[in-house]
């Protein structure tokens, strides 16, 4: 599975962005999907995660209410919606993929469940 994410780019506070990721190499629809990003000398973090539906959704906390996370399996592509950013929301975001079966139709916010990672994408904040 190959991710390409992108959209990122510099943004006042409280100002939106839309990322992307396009899969390609497995039917979109057997992905579970997730979004992590990592800020200077910090650690990996969980952001997002969808099911493969898209019937399941999950957020970290900081987050829920700002940012929506969603997928288009005609298209092979998911989103993240980003809205009232802060700056502490500054980081590179990646787009993460897990192959499962359609029975699996839930979701997961721990990074070492997701095998396949895109080059991520910059999201700078100012204040």
């Known amino acids: 599975v190959q991710l390409q994410a992108s959209g990122g780019g510099l943004v006042q506070a409280g100002g939106s962005l839309r990322l992307s990721c396009t899969a390609s190499g497995r039917t979109f629809s057997s992905l579970r999907m997730g979004w992590f990003r990592q800020a200077p000398g910090r650690e990996r973090e969980f952001v997002a995660a969808i099911s493969w539906s898209g019937g399941s959704t999950d957020y970290r906390d900081s987050v829920k209410g700002r940012f929506t996370i969603s997928r288009d399996n005609r298209k092979n592509t998911l989103y993240l919606q980003m809205s009232v950013l802060k700056p502490e929301d500054t980081a590179i975001y990646y787009c993460?993929?897990?192959?499962?079966?359609?029975?699996?139709?839930?979701?997961?916010?721990?990074?070492?469940?997701?095998?396949?990672w895109g080059q991520g994408t910059q999201v700078t904040v100012s204040s």
């Open positions: 993460a993929a897990k192959l499962v079966d359609y029975s699996d139709d839930y979701t997961t916010n721990w990074d070492f469940d997701y095998a396949f």
